[in-house]
């Protein structure tokens, strides 16, 4: 285009020229077309980063996945010590430790500098307690005691969350990059249609880049499917794995019905040790082919010889169970397998119910306790059975929901919630001989008393934590007791027969709080899971530093002669049922005399507990006068003369003043 004429003729006016317009249109094509292949190339270089990043964050995810799944292996390896301290087990848990440790400097390697800063922190936070582990391992296969700190379940389930959690992050980084590669197609179709809606060949182009980039996204969401299964799947059996079963747990403990299948194999270590690690991984694999043809789709392998299994309704649950424990024996000789079941259901009395579930804390943590808990039951049994939770939940005491465990937990931790009240012992002639401590706890806490509160500490392993507290607080609140008033306190089996368990503690206990050994009773009672063996070793320690030692709920069921015979007791308190009874019962007072009887000829004093009534008073009084000739002394306990108080001053009750 030229210019016709000059300005100063006024004839200042544009001239077309074709040859000029082809010049202009060939440039402002060369410049889209620049443009357009800057933008392609700079799309393209989005699109490779996008797909980069999401191939890294998969690898890291896959890493961090790795050593979750080895942190699951410590805390097998820890539980096979604490069931059988060996030399070589604890070697297996001390290479799987530095196993663990070389696999984070791995990942703090290959990682950015987020998963370097994370790793350090896990292992300045962890790696000190599972040397402590290490140590206490150490100690233990020594026959020392040990006092560091240790990782415990809730540490090992801490790092395991904490592992857990990169490997979502990732999962969403890799989610995140494929949806930037999304955005980036969108924008490319969206800006070079614009331009060249009727350029054929850039159209050509562009299918040939958006196929390039489908394929980019397609490879991604492929490898973020596998690092799910991976991640989802144990490579051995093709079950789901431990992290699969949780999240089903989770889930399906939400619906209004179903069951829960623990399955245990019998003395596995013993075959695999014996037949060898290969043969081992057989019955494994044989064993998830089983469970997968009973329970499709719906079983696990947790552990290394522990598989966990859902069924639709308990009914079909303790069929299936059956149908395993059978099959299996039969299919691989030499190998059996144990299971728990359990169930919930509105509609089915002898579960859990749905109605209650604000009320007893059901939750997802409860149905596998339950089911844990029929578990043990089947194998102390003597294996090779199935055993359903409510045919056993009126013996094991019940199962702590995860509200009550925390709550037991925090009352440890903190070291308050407890308080101490007193009840008065008497002797017959009315004088104060001594006391009971009974242990009393916060109402905020939700526990339903003392002796849950123990059970619950029994399932978490805490149970000597909660008695070292409950004993240092009453021994501190005992010290306004009379003098020569001797003191009575409960201590639970699960806690005297643990291996941290120090007699040393209790008597540096006692002396700080200015109370002599001599002046303290320990009651104790027998229970047929603790070993006789063990008790009587640590009540015979107990005697020999000076405490007295008490067998309570004598005449209960639960003190059987046996342990009458073999633990040196200087105290045997009769149990309230077999005292409330001998009023009307003639058999029941037979059996006091007899107990009596027995105390003078072992030494002891009996104390007869849960006198309500006047009529069981005379009863005990009679039982006194008809003694022989090594007559024990017998004393006195119930409401009827004094009601646990938090007072430590107590005044004669009426009813020795009528007999006076």
């Not at 415990?152 to 995140?176: G, I, K, W, Y």
Request: with cysteine; proline share 4%.
């Amino acid at each position: 285009m030229k210019w016709r004429g000059t300005p100063s003729e006024g004839k200042w006016r544009p001239r077309w020229s074709p040859r000029l317009a082809a010049r202009a249109a060939a440039g402002a094509i060369t410049l889209v077309l620049l443009g357009l292949a800057v933008y392609s190339i700079t799309m393209d270089r989005r699109s490779s980063d996008s797909a980069v990043d999401a191939e890294r964050a998969i690898l890291v995810a896959r890493s961090y996945a790795e050593i979750a799944s080895m942190v699951d292996g410590l805390e097998r390896d820890a539980s096979s010590f604490i069931f059988e301290p060996t030399v070589e087990r604890r070697d297996t848990f001390n290479r799987n430790v530095d196993l663990v440790m070389r696999r984070m400097d791995e990942v703090a390697q290959e990682g950015g500098s987020r998963d370097l800063a994370l790793i350090d922190y896990l292992q300045r936070q962890y790696l000190p307690q599972l040397r402590g582990v290490q140590d206490f391992f150490d100690h233990v296969l020594a026959g020392e005691p040990y006092y560091g700190e240790i990782a415990n379940q809730d540490t090992l389930a801490q790092l395991r969350a904490a592992l857990e959690d990169p490997v979502r992050r990732r999962q969403e980084a890799s989610l995140a990059a494929m949806q930037e590669l999304r955005r980036s197609q969108q924008q490319r179709v969206l800006t070079t249609a614009g331009v060249f809606a009727g350029g054929i060949g850039l159209v050509v182009l562009l299918l040939l880049v958006q196929r390039h980039s489908a394929n980019q996204i397609a490879s991604a969401e492929a490898a973020l499917v596998q690092l799910r299964r991976e991640t989802t799947t144990d490579s051995l059996t093709g079950l789901g794995n431990h992290r699969a079963f949780q999240e089903a747990l989770r889930r399906d403990s939400t619906n209004d019905a179903g069951a829960l299948v623990m399955v245990d194999l019998d003395r596995f270590k013993e075959a695999n040790d014996l037949r060898g690690h290969a043969e081992g991984d057989q019955i494994l694999r044989a064993v998830g082919e089983l469970l997968a043809t009973i329970f499709p789709r719906r079983a696990y392998r947790i552990g290394g010889d522990e598989f966990a299994a859902f069924a639709p309704t308990y009914e079909e649950a303790t069929t299936s169970a059956e149908r395993l424990v059978l099959t299996l024996r039969e299919r691989i000789p030499g190998i059996t397998a144990s299971a728990g079941v359990t169930g919930w259901d509105g509609d089915t009395p002898t579960c859990p119910s749905r109605a209650t579930q604000h009320e007893s804390g059901f939750d997802a943590n409860l149905v596998s306790a339950q089911a844990d808990a029929a578990l043990r039951w089947a194998k102390r049994e003597g294996r090779n059975h199935w055993v359903g939770y409510p045919d056993i939940a009126d013996r094991v005491g019940g199962v702590a929901s995860a509200k009550k465990s925390q709550a037991v937990r925090r009352l440890i931790q903190q070291e308050t919630g407890v308080s101490t009240v007193f009840q008065p012992i008497w002797g017959l002639d009315g004088r104060l001989r001594a006391a009971e401590a009974l242990s009393r706890f916060d109402p905020e806490l939700g526990l339903g008393g003392p002796e849950e509160a123990f059970d619950i500490a029994n399932q978490d392993g805490r149970s000597l934590e909660l008695d070292r507290l409950c004993f240092e607080t009453t021994i501190r609140n005992a010290r306004a007791l009379p003098n020569g008033v001797t003191l009575f306190i409960n201590v639970s089996p699960s806690a005297l027969i643990d291996q941290r368990f120090e007699t040393a503690r209790l008597v540096a206990t006692a002396r700080r709080h200015y109370r002599a050994p001599s002046s303290i009773v320990l009651e104790v009672t027998e229970r047929a899971d603790v070993p006789i063996d063990v008790l009587e070793e640590r009540i015979r320690s107990l005697r020999d530093a000076g405490f007295g030692i008490a067998l309570d709920d004598v005449g209960a069921g639960n003190a059987g002669l046996e342990t009458l015979r073999r633990i040196p007791v200087d105290w045997i308190k009769i149990d309230r049922s077999l005292v409330q009874a001998a009023p009307t019962d003639a058999i029941a007072r037979g059996m006091m005399r007899a107990l009596v009887a027995f105390a003078g000829e072992a030494g002891s004093t009996v104390i007869t507990e849960g006198i309500e009534e006047n009529a069981e008073l005379e009863v005990v009084r009679t039982v006194m006068r008809r003694g022989h000739s090594r007559q024990a002394e017998v004393l006195a306990q119930g409401y009827y003369l004094g009601r646990p108080e938090t007072t430590t001053t107590f005044a004669p009750p009426h009813a020795f003043e009528e007999a006076a």
